[in-house]
């Protein structure tokens, strides 16, 4: 089941220009509702910016595009029309609450609840396709607590947090098996440092035998050469005492 299937998206619902609200704004409102309705999204973008150019606290205009913004596939557009909008919301609510609840105010109230809980719940359902399930979570969270009887929102909320959970499960595999792999890196790492020291060590004891044994032929041949010259003087020192032997001084007999 795809993603899409499983996320309802009921509460994207375009919101009417009130009566109230300038003819200009109304005018473009209507527009880009007809075009939204007609798949027509790009223009339907358009009028609903011309709509709140005229008027920027004209919070149907500004969740309207984000509704146009998440037809498009533009999650980060549409998560900014969704906040503002939830600001203009939110401040009317602040000052419904801080004022005199009389029963127009009480129904105004209720009524600025359940158009934030459609915004938080569409706001949701973006961060929940992106996969960004922990802002999903949050938004859910936010339209529940201006509209607790929204089931929709609640299964959303419930099947987001579950994703989380899957979410943070893998990312904790991810990185068990990262820190894994630095690990086997640097064993690795340490092994080939190890094998180059002892394989140094082998060179240099080499090396130093190489020396020795170079040094012991030199002295090999010096001792060699030494008694080799030592031999020639001794043989020298034998011919010359032949050599030396004195004559007879007379001949044994004078002929």
């Known amino acids: 089941m795809t993603m899409n299937r499983i996320i309802t ?67 980060n557009e549409a998560i900014e029309q969704y906040r503002k909008a939830a600001n203009v919301l939110e401040a009317e609510k602040k000052t419904l609450m801080d004022g005199v609840q009389s029963r127009s105010q009480q129904k105004r109230l209720e009524k ?21 399930y922990d802002k999903a979570v949050e938004s859910y969270k936010q339209a529940l607590r201006n509209n607790p009887d929204d089931n929709e929102t609640r299964y959303n909320m419930i099947l987001a947090q579950k994703m989380l959970k899957e979410q943070q499960q893998q990312q904790q595999q991810n990185q068990q098996q990262q820190q894994n792999q630095q690990q086997q890196q640097q064993d690795q790492k340490d092994q080939q440092d190890q094998q180059q020291d002892q394989q140094q060590q082998q060179d ?31 043989v020298q020192e034998r011919v010359q005492k032949r050599l030396n032997v004195s004559p007879k001084q007379q001949l044994e007999k004078d002929w």
């Open 9 to 75: 998206l009921s509460a994207l619902m375009l919101v009417p220009a009130l009566c109230v609200a300038q003819r200009s704004d109304r005018s473009y409102l209507r527009v880009g509702n007809r075009q939204f309705e007609d798949s027509l999204f790009v223009k339907a973008e358009e009028n609903y910016l011309k709509a709140i150019d005229a008027n920027p606290e004209l919070y149907q205009a500004l969740y309207n595009l984000g509704n146009s913004y998440t037809a498009q596939q533009k999650p």
């Open 112 to 132: 600025c609840k359940r158009e934030l809980a459609e915004n938080y719940h569409n706001e949701g359902v973006v961060y929940h396709m992106s996969e960004q």
């Open 204 to 234: 240099q004891q080499q090396q130093q035998q190489q020396q020795e044994q170079q040094n012991m032929s030199k002295e090999n041949a010096q001792q060699l050469l030494d008694a080799a010259m030592q031999d020639e003087k001794d």
